[in-house]
């Protein structure tokens, strides 16, 4: 199994059980994950994105080696952002980057965002854009933060060929025909650590195909079992279960090298 969508470090609202990176890995591997895509929780507040992604990196190699794979955070509202982008690319050997631009203060209209996908693009790094990162109800009432406008994101990914669209977080009943204009691009995928309601993960699959589709469970934020139990009462057959569990994150990273 293949995670695409874990954190590291701390959030900062709330201690989390799992927030420790060797109970984390531990957690991950009893669950029969082989593989994790990590971010780190310091990269939605801190403004000093160099070491977010410094820590991240050094925490993936102590505590999971061959199993926690570092995406970094980018801000591109921060000096010199595109420096953040060559580390994670050519020091620390990350295959992707993640991006939080409700926290960080843009829309996906932004030219800083189109540049970003064009770099990204350009090195051949995947680009994971989490929509939320909780339910507004359970924020904090000081942190209020919408969830991100994905609807320009067909357009943009369209205009740049080489870019891959990874979507974290993202609730499909919100917008059930977005997901589908997505997808046609070929190149944009959803994880499903937020897909709602019962048969959820079985109706994005009949909407945007299983080849789109990722496993990913938000944890700690999230409880791990809540997306195994999402696959399961999908009854999807063997093959679509194995392409969501792991097959189509390893043809995405086949596809960047």
Avoid at 2 to 31: H, T
Avoid at 77 to 99: A, F, S, T
Wanted: charged share 25%; proline share 6%.
């Amino acid at each position: 199994m293949i995670d695409v969508n874990v954190n590291l470090s701390r959030w900062p609202f709330r201690r989390l059980r799992g927030d420790e990176p060797d109970f984390l890995a531990a957690k991950l591997r009893s669950c029969g994950v082989q593989q994790a895509w990590a971010g780190t929780f310091d990269g939605v507040l801190h403004k000093d994105i160099a070491s977010a992604n410094a820590r991240l990196a050094s925490d993936c190699r102590q505590y999971g080696p061959g199993l926690l794979v570092p995406f970094g955070s980018i801000n591109p509202k921060l000096p010199d952002w595109q420096e953040d982008v060559r580390r994670c690319h050519e020091q620390y050997k990350m295959p992707g980057i993640r991006l939080h631009p409700n926290y960080h203060g843009y829309d996906l209209t932004d030219a800083a965002f189109a540049e970003l996908l064009h770099l990204a693009a350009a090195r051949r790094m995947i680009v994971q854009l989490a929509v939320r990162m909780e339910d507004e109800r359970t924020q904090h009432p000081l942190a209020r933060v919408p969830p991100v406008d994905i609807s320009r994101l067909p357009d943009l990914v369209a205009s740049e060929p080489g870019v891959h669209v990874v979507i974290l977080n993202y609730n499909s009943l919100e917008e059930p025909d977005l997901a589908k204009r997505a997808t046609a691009t070929g190149r944009v995928y959803f994880d499903i650590s937020m897909v709602e309601s019962v048969g959820g993960v079985a109706r994005l699959a009949s909407e945007v195909s299983p080849e789109h589709i990722l496993f990913g469970s938000h944890y700690p934020l999230f409880c791990f079992e809540s997306a195994q139990l999402k696959v399961r009462e999908a009854g999807m057959d063997q093959a679509e279960t194995q392409s969501v569990t792991r097959s189509n994150a390893l043809q995405l990273l086949e596809a960047m090298k």
